[in-house]
């Protein structure tokens, strides 16, 4: 095994959902063990209140992982990524379709310095400003690969599959 991935989808998806299980396949070929944990309860509170309940069910899975884990997460799971970084030790963290901040949530999108980082967003995208994002990654001096797509970035997924060996290939 090569390491742990912990993949978080978005709000209103699942474990199952189409980025996270593309990814979990790619890592899994990999050699990489992968987790994907099941947010739609907490979903139900709303976007800021599904946040920190987030963050305990995402922290309980990094604290079972055998090593410090690569975390992936979509839209609302990548924000919760970030945000976990900053209290466990992390490999990475692939983030795709980041949102910077919550409307209602008092604290604004995160990643510990010195992690090794990959931001995916769509330029069409119309849930999660493009520029807010890049400036993001600009600031963090973050890779990016930006796409002709939207919010959901189903027609980009070869693309991002082939960042997401490489980002992978590049920890190992």
Do not use: N
Request: net charge negative.
């Amino acid at each position: 095994m090569r390491g742990h991935i912990i993949l978080s989808h978005g709000s209103d998806s699942g474990p199952d959902a189409t980025k996270v299980s593309a990814l979990a396949a790619v890592a899994e070929s990999l050699g990489w063990s992968t987790a994907r944990p099941d947010y739609r309860e907490d979903d139900a509170r709303g976007h800021a209140g599904s946040i920190d309940p987030r963050l305990t069910r995402l922290a309980a899975a990094i604290s079972a992982s055998p090593t410090p884990p690569v975390l992936v997460g979509s839209s609302m799971g990548a924000f919760v990524s970030g945000l976990a970084s900053l209290e466990a030790p992390v490999a990475g963290l692939f983030l795709l379709a980041l949102p910077t901040r919550i409307p209602g949530y008092p604290r604004p999108f995160a990643v510990r310095p010195g992690v090794p980082s990959f931001l995916v967003h769509g330029y069409a995208d119309d849930v999660c400003p493009l520029d807010e994002a890049v400036a993001f990654a600009r600031g963090h001096a973050m890779p990016a690969l930006l796409v002709q797509d939207d919010h959901r970035l189903g027609a980009s997924l070869p693309d991002i599959e082939a960042a997401f060996r490489r980002f992978l290939d590049m920890l190992a």
